[in-house]
């Protein structure tokens, strides 16, 4: 069994990690070098972009495709013959969730409360947009966009002079109002082509300047209102048929859970499931790509963290780190192969505990000892 997987990033590298003790091979569509997984997989397809061409040849060379990312457009997978058979999730799911603007007209046609939205497709929709939503508000690319990047605040009209003079000259972007969030939540679900479906614990996360940082398990919330998040994922999971994992951001807002955006794929929130479930959620996305039983999503720990390893300010030596990494007791490392750049997901590290403290302190002493090394400047 070959799966290929597109995009070659730390998605990709964890899917070979677990793919691996299933006898799974795979095989990368990826763009630069520098990507996590070129690492580890021995076979890559270089391609300059996703289009047609290189795709229908790496579909061709795989016994199943899945994503590591969703830069694809659904319309070429579409045109690719027995695609849907190969192709998991599938173009339908890709157009449903891949996109915040179709994500937020399918909420609303299924009745899931999300926050307050319109969508801008040229300037004038846009001013029209910010005065109706009002001040502060959000706009957020519809497509494309990820850690952050294509979501802007507009404190005033100054912020919204500024975001059209950067604007290309075609976009889509959703406005919203900027919400008080109580909490952030985030709901995985797995399914598999057959449909049966399965739900991780809802996992709590916090994002840093909008990029996700820390992430735990149990959320601490509500038991209504976990219940009323995992509804909501198994609701939304159905109707856009994922198949694999998809991961469901919300936001907690006076009390009431509203659906943020999906991800049809593995996500940052769900990486503590490699060491806290006994399945993790890059496991069951093949086991649902490939149409297996799903494995079992529940905690088999009372608690974990996860911090992030985010490219600081100063240059850091991770290999250095490394080995300050490894001598905090419990601190599980995951480096993704990547080059420095500030702000970039260079890895992440894990902690389990007997409670969500004990766990989330040990997580951020490891992520902390992987960032404590400042490069030499010689060997930069
Ligand atoms: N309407 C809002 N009000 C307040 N904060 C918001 C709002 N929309 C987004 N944010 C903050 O910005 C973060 C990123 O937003 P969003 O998830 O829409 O963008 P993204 O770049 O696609 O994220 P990702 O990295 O998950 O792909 C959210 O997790 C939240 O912390
Ligand atoms: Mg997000």
């Avoid at 406005?175 to 939540?185: D, K, N, S, T």
């Avoid at 940052?268 to 490939?290: P, Y």
């Avoid at 992030?308 to 080995?323: F, I, K, M, R, S």
């Amino acid at each position: 069994m070959k799966i290929g997987i597109i995009g070659g990033g730390q998605l990709a590298q964890m899917m070979i990690q677990a793919g691996a003790s299933l006898g799974v091979s795979f095989a990368l569509l990826a763009l630069e070098s520098d990507e996590s997984a070129t690492a580890i997989c021995s076979e890559v397809h270089w391609v300059r972009g996703f289009g047609r061409e290189g795709l229908a040849s790496f579909v061709a060379a795989c016994d199943l495709v899945t994503f590591d990312h969703e830069l694809v457009d659904p319309a070429v997978i579409d045109s690719i013959p027995g695609a849907e058979a190969k192709v998991f999730p599938s173009a339908r799911t890709l157009r449903l969730s891949a996109n915040k603007a179709r994500q937020r007209e399918m909420l609303l046609a299924t009745g899931i409360p999300s926050p307050e939205f319109l969508i801008a497709v040229d300037s004038e929709e846009l001013r029209d947009a910010v005065r109706r939503i009002g001040y502060p508000a959000v706009a957020k690319a519809a497509h494309g966009g990820y850690d952050g990047r294509g979501v802007f605040y507009l404190g005033d009209p100054s912020d919204l002079d500024e975001l059209l003079a950067r604007l290309p000259g075609t976009f889509e972007l959703i406005v919203e109002p900027r919400l008080e969030l109580q909490a952030e939540l985030a709901v995985l679900v797995a399914r598999s082509r057959s449909g049966e479906l399965s739900t991780y614990p809802v996992l709590r996360t916090v994002q840093l300047d909008s990029v996700c940082n820390e992430v735990w398990a149990p959320s601490g919330l509500d038991g209504q209102l976990e219940a009323t998040a995992l509804d909501y994922g198994r609701r939304i999971a159905e109707a856009v048929e994922s198949v694999g994992i998809l991961a469901i951001e919300m936001f907690v807002v006076n009390g009431e859970v509203l659906i943020n955006e999906l991800a049809p794929r593995p996500h940052n929130s769900g990486h503590l499931t490699i060491e806290a479930c006994q399945s993790s959620q890059f496991e069951n996305h093949l086991r649902g790509v490939m149409d297996l039983p799903l494995g079992p999503t529940s905690l088999s720990v009372p608690a974990a963290a996860m911090v992030n390893v985010l490219g600081p300010t100063e240059v850091v030596d991770l290999q250095a780190g490394l080995a300050t990494l490894l001598s905090v007791p419990g601190a599980r490392p995951h480096l993704y192969h990547k080059s420095y750049r500030r702000g970039r997901k260079l890895g992440h590290v894990t902690a389990l505990g007997a409670s969500v403290d004990d766990a989330l302190a040990v997580a951020r002493e490891g992520a902390a000892a992987a960032l404590s090394t400042p490069a030499v400047r010689e060997a930069l």
